[in-house]
T-cell receptor, first 112, second 112 residues
C-alpha cells in the first residue's frame, strides 16, 4: 500500500533563510515522487519530480529534493526563502498504474 | 496549450440541488480523475477513469457520479448536494506509468 506523510502542517521561516519541508512515503514498489505547490486560491503547479533517475532533483524557483530510499524520504529544500514562496506544498507518490496519493500538505509562511 | 480545463470556477448550490462539474483535457491522456480538497486533508480521490467507458470509485465517492464517454471529457455529477460537499474540486489527467498528473484550476463549490 502507498501512503505519504508530510511531517509538518505549518512551517514558518524568515525571508532569506533556508526552507525544509519534510515528506516520508511508503510504497511497495519503486515510486515516482512529486512536489506540487498551490498558491492561495490557485491551482496546483508541479515543482519537481523524481522518477528513478538522479536522486537529487532540481525543480523550478530554486527548489530541490533528495530521494533517500533507505529513509523513505523526499524532503523539499530551498537555500533562501522569498516572500513569493509562501504557499501550500504537497508531496505526492505514484507507483505506476493509476493511483496518485497526496500528503495532507504543508503551509509555508515567509516572514519579512 | 489548454491542458486541463474545468468549469465553472465558482458555484453556489442549495441543499438538494444537482449539478455537473465539467472537465476537459486536450493532451490525449488515458487517465482522468476527480479530487476534492478540504483544509488539512490534502486532495482526496473521488472517482477516476483509466479510459473511455471505464470508471471506478476512489476514496470518497458517495454522493458523486461520473461517466467517461470520450477520452477528452470527464464530468462529475453531484446528485443531491449536501453542505458536506462544500469543497474545492480538482480534475486531473495523466498518462499511464509514473509521470506527473496535470491539474485544472479548480472549482470552488459552496452548498448552503
Amino acid at each position: 500500500a502507498q501512503s505519504v506523510t508530510q511531517l509538518d502542517s505549518h512551517v514558518s521561516v524568515s525571508e532569506g533563510t533556508p526552507v525544509l519541508l519534510r515528506c516520508n512515503y511508503s510504497s511497495s514498489y519503486s515510486p515516482s515522487l512529486f512536489w506540487y505547490v498551490q498558491h492561495p486560491n490557485k491551482g496546483l503547479q508541479l515543482l519537481l519530480k523524481y522518477t528513478s533517475a538522479a536522486t537529487l532533483v532540481k525543480g523550478i524557483n530554486g527548489f530541490e529534493a533528495e530521494f533517500k530510499k533507505s529513509e523513505t524520504s523526499f524532503h523539499l529544500t530551498k537555500p533562501s526563502a522569498h516572500m513569493s514562496d509562501a504557499a501550500e506544498y504537497f508531496c505526492v507518490v505514484r507507483t505506476g498504474g493509476f493511483k496518485t496519493i497526496f500528503g495532507a500538505g504543508t503551509r509555508l509562511f515567509v516572514k519579512a | 496549450n489548454a491542458g486541463v480545463t474545468q468549469t465553472p470556477k465558482f458555484q453556489v448550490l442549495k441543499t438538494g440541488q444537482s449539478m455537473t462539474l465539467q472537465c476537459a483535457q486536450d493532451m490525449n491522456h488515458e487517465y482522468m480523475s476527480w479530487y476534492r480538497q478540504d483544509p488539512g486533508m490534502g486532495l482526496r480521490l473521488i472517482h477516476y477513469s483509466v479510459g473511455a467507458g471505464i470508471t471506478d470509485q476512489g476514496e470518497v465517492p458517495n454522493g458523486y457520479n461520473v461517466s467517461r464517454s470520450t477520452t477528452e471529457d470527464f464530468p462529475l455529477r453531484l446528485l443531491s448536494a449536501a453542505p458536506s460537499q462544500t469543497s474545492v474540486y480538482f480534475c486531473a489527467s495523466s498518462s499511464p506509468g509514473q509521470g506527473e498528473a496535470f491539474f485544472g484550476q479548480g472549482t470552488r463549490l459552496t452548498v448552503v
